[in-house]
């Protein structure tokens, strides 16, 4: 029996099986064809996701029944699922009681030809030994990325459908967090579908978008969406027509019959139809579809959807930061952060084709005030970084070099002293050394670290970065000072958070001057070292918004190195200030360049003795 006709005939308020919406009749029949493999869900809340399920596991019982999985959360909502949604199928809808055959457990039942499962996805366990022909995974975005170091909960699920020739697997959740949201992710990889429906005035079919609802926060009763046609107001009564016409449209491009096409052409489930065959053109590689639906609240008749509901809670979230994020989730039903624009990293290719011609090896940048090194501390060497600072926070990137060995060997420690003591020479010809650096010793080797540090103190600044909700929104760049009981070395606590957001906003500074970072076009800034410069993003919203690394991305230290720079030249700031191309920072013998009366005579000297850095 078909699945829309079965729904109607077995309607049931108390089995929790109804008679779909009109826009959820095209997820049943997206379910039902046999060309659709994969259906993915993302939504707003109460939209009725959770009935969605029961009708098609009751459907598939009654009419081709087969293994079934349904992967919830955590053990408690598999749980909570069990008895308050699925339960009332197998207890009170009868044709899915009369099936019930052998294993009755909360979360196991039997029936005639198959299985049914309710698991959960903290669980690897949950994924083995097991053949499934249905899946259904539900609240995706809120599933770890790895569980018990086995892989992400969503690919070990359908993995047990792969010996299944006509699968059906069902995705869908509510989106959370901007970046990481796997919910977002998964319909992207689909063909992409939404809701249109024709307006009241000029029948022009479109989607109903936030940016399109209008109100005043003086009366939230008069909401209403624009039409972006003809620009007449489309007001809640207007709702429940034009949904009933609506029609669901799959948006992404496609390619059939040798043709890249934009979609012109769809059939009753949204699927895009090719315009040269008439055939669904948008296909995976075993010749399937994978259906994606993105539905919010807008288009619900809940009493409290309404549009004017809608404004109120808009405007409420607009004016409190901390509820905009479960607005756009619940309501909106999209991937939501408030991390700010200026904080997302360029892509590594721009700031690769941003190089400029200079050598700084050879010479300096006339502007340089001073030259400041950063170190990063790995297990086998060490990373580091010249940079030359200028007036108003100008910075140009100088050299980034390794320096290989176990860190706490001697004989490493040397050779790292030895390419700090490098002399670089200025557009004058005067040579200038590293003012200062900054070296994190957190992590690998600790006290050894503090132990190299404690002789070049005034030089070389131990720090260690700390990432901590409850001090990462300060504005101090610096949270502590502390002294080594044992080491007698200083070390500082960074405030990694905030100096990231800074270092963001340096790199996306595309106007060259106040802030600016420059980049030589050389062999050592090539395309793996911007990789790893733009390593990290910032992921989350609200108090749980942080950097982390992006996927499959390694290694970062051009990007910490950057960090570090950013603290040393804010904790020196007077001093840099203070300086003048006349008067920079780290000269070798500040009086070698100075002028003297020609009626003296000097005998010429052309050696430079090294400065004591432990002065400065």
């Given at each position: 029996m078909p699945i829309l006709?079965?729904?109607?005939?077995n309607e049931n308020a108390t089995a929790q099986v109804y008679p779909p919406k009109s826009f959820q009749r095209a997820w049943l029949l997206a379910y039902e064809s046999p060309l659709i493999e994969k259906i993915v869900l993302s939504k707003s809340a109460?939209?009725?996701?959770?009935?969605?399920?029961?009708?098609?596991?009751?459907?598939?019982?009654?009419n081709d029944p087969g293994n079934i999985m349904i992967v919830q959360n955590t053990e408690g909502d598999a749980n909570k699922f069990s008895t308050r949604e699925l339960g009332k199928v197998f207890t009170?809808?009868?044709?899915?009681?009369?099936?019930?055959?052998?294993?009755?457990?909360?979360?196991?039942?039997?029936f005639f030809g198959g299985d049914l499962s309710v698991v959960w996805a903290t669980s690897a366990s949950s994924f083995r030994m097991v053949t499934i022909k249905y899946l259904f995974m539900d609240e995706v975005s809120g599933y770890q990325d790895n569980i018990d170091k086995e892989g992400d909960p969503i690919d070990l699920g359908i993995t047990r459908t792969e010996s299944e020739g006509q699968r059906k697997i069902v995705l869908g959740s509510t989106p959370k967090e901007a970046g990481t949201c796997k919910v977002t992710l998964e319909f992207l990889k689909t063909d992409q579908r939404y809701l249109y429906v024709p307006c009241p005035h000029c029948d022009v079919k479109q989607r109903l978008k936030l940016e399109n609802l209008r109100y005043s926060p003086k009366n939230y009763k008069d909401a209403h969406f624009v039409c972006i046609h003809c620009s007449g107001k489309i007001e809640e009564h207007h709702k429940f027509n034009m949904v009933e016409a609506g029609e669901w449209r799959a948006t992404r491009e496609f390619e059939c019959c040798g043709v890249h096409q934009t979609p012109e052409q769809w059939d009753e489930t949204g699927s895009a139809?090719?315009?040269?065959?008439?055939?669904?053109?948008?296909?995976?590689?075993r010749g399937k579809i994978d259906a994606g639906f993105h539905i919010?609240?807008?288009?619900?008749?809940?009493?409290?959807?309404?549009?004017?509901?809608?404004?109120a809670e808009y405007d409420k979230a607009k004016k409190d930061p901390r509820k905009m994020q479960t607005f756009m989730n619940t309501k909106v039903g999209v991937e939501y952060s408030d991390a700010l624009q200026a904080h997302k990293l360029n892509n590594f290719e721009e700031l690769y084709q941003r190089r400029e011609y200079y050598s700084p090896m050879e010479q300096l940048p006339e502007q340089t005030r001073c030259v400041l090194a950063t170190i990063d501390t790995q297990k086998n060497r060490f990373d580091y970084h010249f940079w030359a600072v200028g007036e108003r926070g100008e910075i140009w990137?100088?050299?980034?070099?390794?320096?290989?060995?176990?860190?706490?060997?001697e004989s490493t420690q040397k050779n790292l002293i030895h390419e700090?003591?490098?002399?670089?020479?200025?557009?004058?010809?005067?040579?200038?050394?590293?003012?200062?650096?900054?070296?994190?010793?957190?992590?690998?080797?600790?006290?050894a670290m503090l132990e190299f540090c404690a002789p070049y103190q005034g030089w070389i600044f131990a720090i260690r970065g700390e990432v901590n909700a409850k001090t990462k929104f300060k504005p101090e760049f610096t949270l502590g000072f502390k002294v080594h009981p044992e080491v007698k070395c200083e070390y500082?606590?960074?405030?990694?958070?905030?100096?990231?957001?800074r270092a963001a906003e340096r790199l996306n500074n595309e106007m060259p001057g106040k802030n600016y970072v420059h980049f030589p076009v050389s062999d050592v800034f090539d395309l793996i070292y911007f990789q790893m410069l733009t390593a990290e993003e910032l992921k989350g919203s609200g108090s749980n918004v942080k950097w982390d690394k992006k996927p499959d991305q390694k290694r970062n230290e051009p990007w910490d190195l950057l960090v570090y720079l950013l603290w040393l030249y804010d904790f020196l700031r007077p001093e840099i200030q203070s300086a003048t191309p006349q008067e920079p920072l780290g000269l070798i013998d500040p009086n070698a360049h100075k002028l003297v009366d020609e009626s003296i005579q000097t005998e010429y000297v052309d050696d430079y003795e090294m400065s004591d850095y432990g002065d400065y």
């Open positions: 006709q079965w729904a109607a005939n109460r939209v009725g996701y959770a009935i969605f399920i029961n009708t098609a596991v009751a459907w598939l019982i009654t009170y809808c009868a044709p899915v009681r009369d099936r019930l055959f052998g294993r009755n457990t909360v979360n196991d039942k039997s139809l090719c315009c040269q065959c008439g055939e669904s053109g948008d296909t995976n590689e919010w609240s807008a288009y619900n008749d809940n009493p409290n959807t309404s549009l004017p509901s809608i404004a990137a100088v050299h980034y070099g390794k320096v290989h060995g176990d860190p706490e060997d700090l003591e490098t002399e670089l020479t200025l557009s004058d010809g005067r040579a200038i050394g590293v003012f200062a650096a900054a070296m994190d010793c957190n992590g690998h080797a600790w006290k500082r606590s960074l405030n990694v958070h905030q100096l990231k957001n």
